[in-house]
């Protein structure tokens, strides 16, 4: 785990801040896989090996910048990538739509340009500042990124009330147990930087065993991404009733049919690295907190409703 802080001034912050990631994304492990200009931006595409992750699984990261001036930041995730054609595979999408019965994806085996028809990760409007973007002004911003060779966690004084994950998430056992060897829990989402981390854009790559419109989980935006308590700790040298508790990626759709019931309102997963804090705990953001074990970084500056990221 890798996690990098500090500040950026220069009139082409996305190159900047790109390379001080691509240092890191080399030091865990990733490999660049191939460098796609589309228009204004540039698409950093790099492989997560199945060997050195947690879903045993290749993943391919999608690191998106204004190639010169200020712009904007996005970062996105799929599941192949073709670098002889410039072509990605199931890429994390939103929206309601069909899929097919082999991938369980809106997309199957079809390749589509990096800014093509995805819904989510690679149209235009995706690459607003509403849709899943960071502003990078050429003015000094600070930035704290994490890093594994699971996920990419980023938040930049410029959005201080949002923050980007992308990454593989756990998923749950009523998820693994209905997806079975077709689970590939990839996510990528844009969050408010407060509970009960409500997200402004979110997308997956596949839920298994729905195939039709009106049960596959793609439509995932808003506040479909909600907060589950898991195991709680204690950040020492806070108030003692203040505890973590593990964020869960939910959806407002059906995960599996047992018995004849559907379940509504499964649970998909566990973010990774993300928690939540209750409690009167007043801080800055970027203030660290420790469980005895790990660091844990604060991504929000309120006294309640608190989201942090484990940086160590």
Not at 243 to 261: D, E, F, K, Y
Not at 281 to 304: H, P
Request: glycine share 10%; hydrophobic share 45%; charged share 10%.
């Amino acid at each position: 785990m890798t996690y990098i802080t500090g500040t950026v001034t220069n009139a082409n912050p996305g190159v900047t801040l790109y390379n001080l990631m691509a240092t890191e994304l080399t030091a865990l492990g990733f490999t660049l896989t191939d460098t796609v200009v589309v228009s204004t931006r540039t698409h950093k595409i790099w492989l997560s090996a199945a060997a050195g992750n947690a879903i045993g699984k290749d993943w391919y990261l999608d690191v998106v910048y204004t190639t010169t001036g200020a712009g904007t930041l996005f970062l996105g995730v799929m599941e192949f990538f073709d670098p002889a054609t410039d072509l990605a595979y199931r890429a994390a999408y939103s929206g309601s739509r069909s899929s097919d019965a082999t991938y369980y994806s809106p997309f199957g085996a079809t390749g589509l340009a990096l800014e093509g028809t995805w819904g989510y990760v690679a149209t235009a409007a995706a690459h607003s500042n509403s849709n899943g973007n960071l502003d990078l002004p050429s003015s000094a911003f600070g930035y704290w990124i994490t890093l594994t060779r699971d996920r990419v966690i980023v938040l930049l004084s410029s959005n201080p009330a949002h923050m980007l994950y992308a990454g593989a998430y756990a998923p749950s056992a009523g998820h693994a147990a209905a997806a079975g060897a077709d689970v590939y829990p990839l996510f990528a989402g844009k969050f408010n930087n407060s509970g009960p981390l409500g997200s402004l854009a979110v997308g997956i790559t596949r839920l298994p065993k729905f195939t039709t419109a009106s049960t596959v989980a793609w439509n995932l935006k808003a506040t479909s991404a909600i907060v589950g308590v898991s195991t709680t700790i204690e950040p020492p040298g806070f108030p003692a009733d203040v505890t973590v508790a593990g964020p869960r990626l939910a959806a407002a759709i059906p995960l599996s049919t047992v018995g004849g019931s559907v379940f509504p309102r499964a649970y998909l997963g566990v973010f990774r690295d993300l928690a939540t804090m209750t409690g009167d705990a007043t801080v800055a953001r970027g203030d660290t907190a420790s469980d005895g074990t790990n660091t844990w970084v604060f991504a929000t500056g309120t006294t309640s409703g608190l989201l942090l990221f484990k940086a160590v």
